[in-house]
């Protein structure tokens, strides 16, 4: 009677296998199908998003306005137009324009400012743009209304759409990315778009997904049916020794055998089939089995020696930044301070000051993408870089120098890396500077007794983003007694246990607590105003600081 209702229950657990296994073949095909879909979705977002975001950097927010009240376009409307059309000819995009509404009580009145034509365009009759030319039925009512609230609804950050489109009388997806355009009292002037067709690709992978599915299953259907068939013979007797000699083996072990003892016996499988090698593989399972415990031991030295390397890493890389301070104690003129601390044992931050010549003082600060071991590599190399080539010429500015090693970056960067930079160089015998921001966070300023405030203006691209880039300087203004503060976005963007990030307003709160105090005190006082906020939350950012004070001079 046992093994009656065991030979059952074999039965109703193979039927029950081969349904299960079928089902999860189905979910697996489908899911891999829904995912690979949604990744090639946002593959073609990132692509579209960089172009839009690298155009949308070049137009000047002012000259727009300008253009549009005078119905012309502008040298320097021209130059971005040039531009645009440029990123077309060169990238997989579809279309990139500029529209805006001319009345925000107006909904249905769009009209263009300009969009980017190539030759081919040009040789197909497309027309080139013309300023304030109203926008037609090219556009869906879900763009119309992106666009819209684009312009309207105060948030500069890059949005993305999602509609179908009629080519040459089939649908195709077309995935569109808008951002506003800002003037320099933050007015959105207009909306930058980008388009690219992206549902050929995807539709030719949705239907080899299908066919690949379709045939698993019915392969998967096919040879559970011819096991089913033969088990009955073949595989229940075996599979039931099997059990047996597994089950005596778990009760060895929870009968507290000491693990050399422990044996397992081989099932003596009738013919040479997978059953054999399935009872010989559970043999040497066991087998290995202690052997894995004997060896954890070595196991966990090994994982000891790998962070002892981490730790030696971690000093090597703290070693490669100046820490010795105060850093040029001949220099009476000035007062500097700077701190790294990394997320993990090694960071992507890294700041740096250097004296170009006996006057000119090159401060760094910058970011690299990534974590880990990874950004590590890639921070060296951005700092060996800038510095090498800062102090290679002395008449390079630091737009150029940027322009530089951006070039070099971008050689072999295969995982797509790249780094934001704050890089000024500081007059210090008049307190004149220039300074390129990359991407990276606003710097803040103290004026001789005053308080902090952040000093905003329009960031360059990140370097490594894109070859022949080109980076906006910006002329600043140290006066003795005023202070800069810059810093990685490991400051503003801490967070707390309850998601909250300590942001900008706790950032100049912390500065301004003493904001008279020296560059050290400066940052220690920051550094526990991030602590006090994050309390027990595990850093998810690298923190890098610097603070500068210019001190007067006696004469």
Same mark, same amino acid.
């Given at each position: 009677?046992?093994?009656?209702?065991?030979?059952?229950?074999?039965?109703?657990?193979?039927?029950?296998?081969?349904?299960?296994?079928?089902?999860?073949?189905?979910?697996?095909? &489908?899911?891999?199908?829904?995912?690979?879909?949604?990744?090639?979705?946002?593959?073609?977002?990132?692509?579209? &998003?960089?172009?839009?975001?690298?155009?949308?950097?070049?137009?000047?927010?002012?000259?727009?306005?300008?253009?549009?009240?005078?119905?012309?376009?502008?040298?320097?409307?021209?130059?971005?137009?040039?531009?645009?059309?440029?990123?077309?000819e060169?990238?997989?995009? &579809?279309?990139?324009?500029?529209?805006?509404?001319?009345?925000?009580?107006?909904?249905?009145?769009?009209?263009?400012?300009?969009?980017?034509n190539?030759?081919?365009?040009?040789?197909?009759?497309?027309?080139?743009?013309?300023?304030?030319?109203p926008?037609?039925?090219?556009?869906?009512?879900?763009?119309?209304?992106?666009?819209?609230?684009?312009?309207?609804?105060?948030?500069?950050?890059?949005r993305?759409?999602?509609?179908?489109t009629?080519?040459?009388?089939?649908?195709?997806?077309?995935?569109?990315?808008?951002?506003p355009?800002?003037?320099?009292?933050?007015n959105?002037?207009?909306?930058?778009?980008?388009?690219?067709?992206?549902?050929?690709?995807?539709?030719?992978?949705?239907?080899?997904?299908?066919?690949?599915?379709?045939?698993?299953?019915?392969?998967?259907?096919?040879?559970?049916?011819?096991?089913?068939?033969?088990?009955?013979?073949?595989?229940?007797?075996?599979?039931?020794?099997?059990?047996?000699?597994?089950?005596?083996?778990?009760?060895?072990?929870?009968?507290?055998?000491?693990?050399?003892?422990?044996?397992?016996?081989v099932?003596?499988?009738?013919?040479?089939?997978?059953?054999? =090698?399935?009872?010989?593989?559970?043999?040497?399972?066991?087998?290995?089995?202690?052997?894995?415990?004997?060896n954890?031991?070595?196991?966990?030295?090994?994982?000891?020696?790998?962070?002892?390397?981490?730790?030696v890493?971690a000093?090597?890389?703290?070693?490669?930044?100046?820490?010795?301070?105060?850093?040029?104690?001949?220099?009476?003129?000035?007062?500097?301070?700077?701190?790294?601390?990394?997320?993990?044992?090694?960071?992507? =931050?890294?700041?740096?000051?250097?004296?170009?010549?006996?006057?000119?003082?090159?401060?760094?600060?910058?970011?690299?993408?990534?974590?880990?071991?990874?950004?590590?590599?890639?921070?060296?190399?951005?700092?060996?870089?800038?510095?090498?080539?800062?102090?290679?010429?002395?008449?390079?500015?630091?737009?150029?120098?940027?322009?530089?090693?951006?070039?070099?970056?971008?050689?072999?960067?295969?995982?797509?890396?790249?780094?934001?930079?704050?890089?000024?160089?500081?007059?210090?015998?008049?307190?004149?500077?220039?300074?390129?921001?990359?991407?990276?966070?606003?710097?803040?300023?103290?004026?001789?007794?005053?308080?902090?405030?952040?000093?905003?203006?329009?960031?360059?691209?990140?370097?490594?983003?894109?070859?022949?880039?080109?980076?906006?300087?910006?002329?600043?203004?140290? =006066?003795?007694?005023?202070?800069?503060?810059?810093?990685t976005?490991?400051?503003?963007?801490?967070?707390?246990?309850?998601?909250?990030?300590?942001?900008?307003?706790?950032?100049?709160?912390?500065?301004?607590?003493?904001?008279?105090?020296?560059?050290?005190?400066?940052?220690?006082?920051?550094?526990?105003?991030?602590?006090?906020?994050?309390?027990?939350?595990?850093?998810?950012d690298?923190t890098?600081?610097?603070?500068?004070?210019?001190?007067?001079?006696?004469?």
């Amino acid at each position: 009677m046992h093994k009656k209702i065991t030979m059952r229950l074999s039965q109703i657990f193979m039927r029950f296998s081969f349904l299960l296994l079928v089902a999860l073949g189905v979910l697996l095909c &489908s899911t891999a199908i829904y995912f690979y879909q949604r990744d090639m979705k946002e593959t073609y977002y990132d692509y579209v &998003s960089s172009i839009v975001s690298v155009s949308r950097a070049g137009l000047d927010g002012d000259d727009i306005r300008a253009c549009i009240e005078k119905g012309e376009m502008s040298p320097k409307l021209n130059d971005a137009l040039a531009q645009m059309n440029m990123y077309k000819e060169n990238s997989r995009v &579809s279309y990139i324009y500029l529209v805006y509404y001319p009345d925000e009580a107006d909904p249905g009145d769009m009209r263009y400012v300009l969009y980017a034509n190539t030759d081919a365009d040009r040789a197909d009759g497309v027309e080139d743009s013309v300023i304030n030319s109203p926008c037609g039925e090219e556009y869906t009512e879900n763009m119309w209304r992106g666009f819209y609230e684009a312009q309207f609804g105060g948030r500069d950050e890059i949005r993305f759409l999602e509609n179908i489109t009629h080519i040459n009388g089939s649908e195709v997806l077309m995935l569109t990315a808008i951002a506003p355009v800002y003037d320099r009292e933050g007015n959105a002037v207009c909306v930058i778009g980008g388009d690219i067709f992206a549902d050929i690709v995807i539709g030719h992978t949705r239907s080899y997904l299908l066919s690949v599915t379709f045939y698993a299953i019915i392969v998967l259907a096919v040879g559970f049916l011819g096991f089913f068939l033969l088990g009955r013979r073949f595989i229940l007797k075996p599979l039931a020794d099997i059990t047996k000699s597994t089950g005596e083996f778990v009760d060895a072990v929870g009968r507290t055998e000491a693990p050399e003892d422990l044996t397992y016996g081989v099932v003596d499988v009738r013919d040479n089939t997978e059953l054999r =090698d399935l009872s010989r593989q559970l043999a040497h399972m066991m087998a290995t089995t202690k052997d894995y415990m004997v060896n954890l031991k070595t196991v966990t030295a090994e994982k000891e020696r790998i962070g002892a390397e981490l730790s030696v890493a971690a000093q090597i890389q703290a070693d490669m930044l100046p820490r010795i301070f105060p850093p040029f104690p001949d220099k009476e003129s000035f007062d500097l301070y700077a701190t790294m601390t990394p997320a993990k044992e090694i960071g992507g =931050d890294f700041y740096d000051f250097f004296f170009a010549d006996e006057d000119h003082l090159v401060l760094v600060m910058a970011d690299v993408s990534g974590k880990g071991v990874p950004a590590a590599l890639f921070m060296m190399i951005a700092r060996t870089l800038i510095k090498n080539r800062a102090q290679s010429e002395m008449s390079l500015s630091p737009s150029a120098i940027l322009a530089d090693v951006n070039g070099q970056l971008c050689e072999s960067n295969e995982e797509d890396m790249f780094v934001t930079v704050w890089l000024g160089i500081l007059d210090i015998t008049t307190g004149k500077g220039m300074a390129v921001n990359a991407g990276h966070e606003h710097p803040a300023v103290r004026r001789a007794g005053g308080n902090f405030e952040l000093v905003k203006y329009r960031h360059s691209p990140a370097v490594a983003v894109m070859e022949g880039m080109k980076f906006r300087e910006h002329e600043f203004q140290l =006066d003795p007694g005023d202070t800069l503060y810059i810093y990685t976005d490991g400051v503003p963007e801490a967070t707390n246990a309850e998601n909250e990030l300590f942001g900008e307003e706790r950032l100049l709160a912390a500065l301004n607590r003493e904001p008279d105090a020296d560059p050290e005190k400066l940052l220690q006082n920051m550094r526990e105003a991030i602590d006090a906020f994050v309390a027990d939350t595990p850093p998810f950012d690298d923190t890098t600081m610097l603070a500068i004070r210019m001190n007067p001079v006696s004469l």
